[in-house]
């Protein structure tokens, strides 16, 4: 039998196809731009069919008294979670980080409606399990092949009380390609750094872009488990001079530890969480922002 929840908030955004519909007004216009770069409308369609198609079969599993508002990726910085809410995330895993900043403590789970395009590291689970989800929220049952997982966030706090949280990294810098000036403060030391920024990544960030800096950099030491209460940061491209060093790069963020950081720039400088640069904050001269372990978790259901 299904079970049902309080009400479930199931969190989509847009396809390929849809973005170019809302670029350009109609499908043959958006046909008409992407034959003058030599390329068609067929694979966005041929994707925006099987997402369609994944997504209704996460809709019509659902019982038809259950209370379910959907929301788009879009919404989500105006949208009010409730305590109670079960969260349902239907697409990419990139959509489950972009979910997780505005959550506190919600049970969740990813669904994969296109396995053909999308790996499903975050979203462990195809749309026909729906139901069998639903179940194990509503009456949690080791013997359904399911169990919560809660994963580490980072947060990052300015000295102004504003704060971002991250399921993957947090990325302190200049949000153009110039040099990012700030010092660093960590276990009792302070440097003046010049470089391409920092980021500071959970466990399930460390699959990503801090692996691709770990593996340039032939760091050896093991990364965090996305559970495990531990950051790993890193500074890009440090500049060594006669007022900036190197020193502080690489290291760990541990519970009750933080990582300090002091802007030195006039202008440009900006604090953003998982790649989502619209939702940023400023970063400026005598501006202060630590990154620790957030007190907040994901809570996502994952295979047992």
């Known amino acids: 039998m299904t079970g049902h929840v309080a009400r479930l908030v199931v969190v989509t955004r847009k396809t390929p196809l849809q973005l170019l519909l809302e670029r350009h007004g109609t499908q043959s216009q958006a046909r ?26 996460v809709m019509a ?4 008294d259950q209370r379910v508002v959907r929301v788009d990726r879009d919404e989500l910085d105006r949208f009010l979670f409730a305590p109670d809410d079960v969260v349902a995330i239907v697409g990419q895993d990139g959509l489950v980080p972009n979910v997780a900043k505005y959550l506190d403590g919600q049970v969740t789970f990813g669904i994969n409606p296109d396995p053909t395009t999308y790996d499903g590291v975050l979203c462990r689970f195809v749309p026909h399990q729906t139901a069998a989800l639903l179940s194990f929220v509503a009456a ?5 092949g399911m169990l919560v997982r809660p994963l580490t966030m980072a947060e990052a706090r300015r000295e102004d009380g504003q704060v971002l949280r991250s399921l993957n990294e947090v990325f302190v810098g200049h949000r153009t390609h110039q040099s990012a000036k700030y010092r660093i403060t960590v276990g009792g030391h302070t440097e003046r750094h010049s470089s391409s920024g920092l980021i500071c990544a959970t466990g ?41 060093g190197t020193e502080l790069n690489f290291g760990f963020v541990e519970p009750g530890e933080e990582l300090v950081l002091t802007s030195e720039m006039g202008e440009g400088g900006t604090v953003f969480a998982d790649g989502i640069e619209s939702d940023r904050v400023e970063f400026l001269d005598g501006q202060t922002v630590r990154i620790t372990l957030a007190e907040h978790r994901l809570n996502l259901v994952v295979p047992a």
């Open 32 to 57: 008409f731009y992407q034959q003058t770069r030599g390329q068609t409308l067929t694979a966005q369609e041929a994707q925006h069919a099987r997402l369609e198609a994944g997504l209704s079969v």
């Open 61 to 64: 599993s659902l019982p038809s």
């Open 140 to 144: 949690p049952n080791r013997a359904a």
């Open 204 to 244: 399930t960030g460390a699959t990503g872009w801090a692996r691709s800096i770990a593996q340039q950099r032939a760091i050896t030491e093991a990364m965090p488990a996305p559970n495990a209460p531990r950051l790993a940061w890193f500074v890009r491209e440090p500049f060594p001079s006669v007022t900036t």
